[in-house]
């Protein structure tokens, strides 16, 4: 292995070790008000959907979840009333969901509690330079990677 590839390895590491020990700590965080971090984690990326609501694939696509666990999380907080699930109209077979004003409201309570123990967590780590280079080289990696899948996906068809 050269010292780069070494040095990637190690830099994944790094990183994958680093958002393993933050993801732990903040599950165990007292903001989630009887939910768990992937039924928030749905909540707000339904929140960016806007008001027509969010096709479960597209939702599927925006997160880290493989489509049975996003089903059964999407089913419990439709059982909870937190999300509402009615026909696409654009599509008879699909449907589309959207946040209940209930789950509207605990999507920004424990979006705003959980903003501020992240806040906390890396600025007491990291300096505002650190910060914005960390943000810079993540969305760096996730955009070349979208890109590569993008392309990867046009060329197969």
Not at 130 to 154: F, N, P, S
Request: proline share 3%.
């Amino acid at each position: 292995m050269s010292a780069s590839e070494r040095l990637a390895v190690e830099s994944w590491e790094a990183l994958f070790r680093a958002q393993s020990t933050l993801f732990r700590r903040f599950q165990q965080a007292p903001v989630w008000a009887g939910r768990n971090p992937r039924e928030y984690d749905v909540l707000y990326q339904m929140s960016l959907g806007g008001e027509s609501g969010v096709r479960q694939r597209d939702l599927m696509n925006r997160l880290m979840m493989s489509q049975p666990s996003l089903s059964r999380v999407v089913d419990r907080l439709v059982s909870d009333g937190l999300i509402d699930r009615c026909p696409d109209p654009r599509d008879g077979r699909g449907a589309l969901l959207s946040l209940t004003s209930e789950g509207a409201s605990l999507q920004r309570r424990i979006g705003a509690a959980h903003a501020k123990d992240v806040a906390q967590a890396l600025t007491s780590r990291l300096s505002d330079d650190e910060l914005m280079q960390l943000r810079a080289l993540a969305q760096k990696l996730v955009c070349a990677e979208t890109r590569d899948v993008d392309h990867g996906a046009r060329g197969a068809a």
